[in-house]
T-cell receptor, first 112, second 117 residues
Framework: TQLLEQSPQFLSIQEGENLTVYCNSS?????LQWYRQEPGEGPVLLVT?????EVKKLKRLTFQFGDARKDSSLHITAAQPGDTGLYLC????????????FGAGTQVVVTP | GAVVSQHPSWVICKSGTSVKIECRSL??????MFWYRQFPKQSLMLMAT?????????EQGVEKDKFLINHASLTLSTLTVTSAHPEDSSFYIC?????????????FGPGTRLTVL
């Protein structure tokens, strides 16, 4: 059983549409990260959130950390083909000694 | 941002041989590095935590005698897959703990594709 549940597992949308990826857990996280990974490459850090209720924006990407620090979401506005990739959420709990717990990932495909 | 490199980026070896993968933090010192394995269309699975100057801590189910980890300096950790078999074929990724942002932030290497024939 994974500590972090990501949904949906797969998302295929047209260019210009919006999308949201969710990351949920029953555990409280001291911090949570979102990564994007392309085939054959390592994950690239997009954002780190640490404060409950925190909202961070990175161009067309908006990240939210739940008030209770148990869930997070990634929203992409006006998706572009370059947003295609595997989106991973990962978090650390207070007793995980810095180890990241990864969600299963959401494969996003944006078609022109 | 922090840069982590891996070498080689891909390797093909015969069954029974050993393969060494290097992970380097290029512009920061990392007291802790992590090794992950990723199978196709799956997420990253933590194999072990590597601490500079001490023995690595392995996750449950990971054979420490098969996956030898050495963290000899603050910028280099190595993973050696001993007596490799086809089932060890996978994408191996390392990460290093960063000092910017929170202490929990990890920066990932580009990965090493291992194929065992």
């Amino acid at each position: 059983t994974q500590l972090l549940e990501q949904s949906p597992q797969f998302l295929s949308i047209q260019e210009g549409e919006n999308l949201t990826v969710y990351c949920n857990s029953s555990s409280v996280f001291s911090s949570l990260q979102w990564y994007r990974q392309e085939p054959g490459e390592g994950p690239v850090l997009l954002v780190t959130v640490v404060t409950g209720g925190e909202v961070k924006k990175l161009k067309r990407l908006t990240f939210q950390f739940g008030d209770a620090r148990k869930d997070s979401s990634l929203h992409i506005t006006a998706a572009q083909p370059g947003d295609t990739g595997l989106y991973l959420c990962a978090g650390t709990t207070t007793d995980s000694w810095g180890k990241l717990q990864f969600g299963a990932g959401t494969q996003v495909v944006v078609t022109p | 941002g922090a840069v982590v490199s891996q070498h080689p980026s891909w390797v093909i070896c015969k069954s029974g041989t050993s393969v060494k993968i290097e992970c380097r933090s290029l512009d920061f010192q990392a007291t802790t590095m992590f090794w992950y394995r990723q199978f196709p269309k799956q997420s990253l699975m933590l194999m072990a935590t590597s601490n500079e100057g001490s023995k690595a801590t392995y996750e449950q189910g990971v054979e420490k005698d098969k996956f030898l980890i050495n963290h000899a300096s603050l910028t280099l950790s190595t993973l050696t897959v001993t007596s490799a078999h086809p089932e060890d074929s996978s994408f191996y990724i390392c990460s290093a703990g960063g000092t910017s942002g929170t202490r929990d932030t990890q920066y990932f290497g580009p990965g090493t594709r291992l194929t065992v024939l």
